[in-house]
């Protein structure tokens, strides 16, 4: 390879793929930078390893690609680093990030568009894998009667019953983003259309009773949620994964208790998500 070239390559044939020859904390070229973007949009959610950033590169590696969003709840940031997200757990955690399949904040008004993990520390005994689904597929392989169907809804998404009291911080008095989103949403870079519903933020369709709003939206989750559909990627120190929230749900494994696993993470702003015939 030549000092600009970049190595993709793909981990299932339906999503994710790794990708060599790249430092993230160094001086990337803008053909690099255009090769990890088309390799983005080609398999969704793309993976590195042997990575090391300092938080300001790990910054800068994000902001390639938009302006970095803020979370709407949780104080776990990195001092001096208020785009810096700590994602981390040990044997005082009664929870942890991730642990329902979901699309990162999606109920905001304009969801992210991308998110970037950058992992630090790993579980003692393994364990703590993310997996990762492709929700252009979810889409794809629903039958022409649903895909109709769905193409006309809309979707509440809320963030009180995931952020409230989860955090260990008084947040009394603060309000959680609550958005409507189309149920499926047009990706406005490659045109595709993605099945845009999660476990973790999607409480009802709007215009449907409560069963039916439930019972579509079970249906629709398992769908999603397939094994196909999915990459599963283990995490080493010095790995990262960056996905396009836009397109993929994740759900991170919490099967390492009580041992540690700690990561930063950036977050890239997106925009309202739209659905276009």
């Known amino acids: ?29 803008n053909q690099q930078h255009d090769a990890i973007h088309e390799a983005l949009m080609r398999h969704v959610v793309i993976f590195f390893r042997d990575q090391k950033m300092t938080p300001e590169q790990h910054k800068a590696f994000g902001r390639r690609f938009g302006k970095l969003h803020l979370h709407p709840a949780s104080p776990n940031l990195l001092e001096g680093h208020p785009e810096i997200l700590l994602i981390q757990a040990n044997e005082k955690s009664k929870r942890v990030a991730g642990e329902v399949w979901h699309s990162d904040v999606s109920c905001d008004p304009e969801p992210p568009m991308g998110s970037i993990l950058y992992m630090h520390e790993t579980p003692a005994n393994g364990g703590g894998d993310t997996m990762f689904a492709n929700m252009y597929t979810a889409f794809e392989t629903l039958s022409a009667p649903m895909q109709r ?27 959680y983003p609550r ?44 769908h999603a949620e397939t094994p196909e559909y999915q990459c599963r990627f283990k995490w080493q120190p010095g790995s990262v994964a960056f996905w396009d929230n836009r397109a993929a749900m994740h759900h991170a ?24 015939a």
């Open 253 to 276: 494994m919490w099967d390492y208790f009580p041992h540690s696993r700690r990561a930063h993470r950036v977050t890239i702003c997106g925009d309202k998500p739209f659905y276009r």
């Open 1 to 29: 390879m030549s000092q600009t070239a970049i190595e993709v390559r793909p981990l299932t044939p339906t999503i994710g793929a790794e990708i060599f020859g790249v430092d993230l904390g160094g001086e990337i070229s």
């Open 149 to 175: 169907f769905l193409e006309g809804l809309n979707a509440v998404h809320d963030g009180e019953h995931v952020y409230r009291g989860r955090y260990g911080w008084n947040d009394s008095g603060k309000t």
């Open 179 to 222: 958005s409507v989103h189309p149920v499926v949403r047009t990706h406005p870079e490659t045109g595709r259309k993605a099945l845009f519903v999660n476990r973790g933020f999607t409480t009802a369709i709007e215009g449907l009773n409560r069963d039916e709003s439930d019972a579509l939206l079970e249906m629709l989750y398992d």
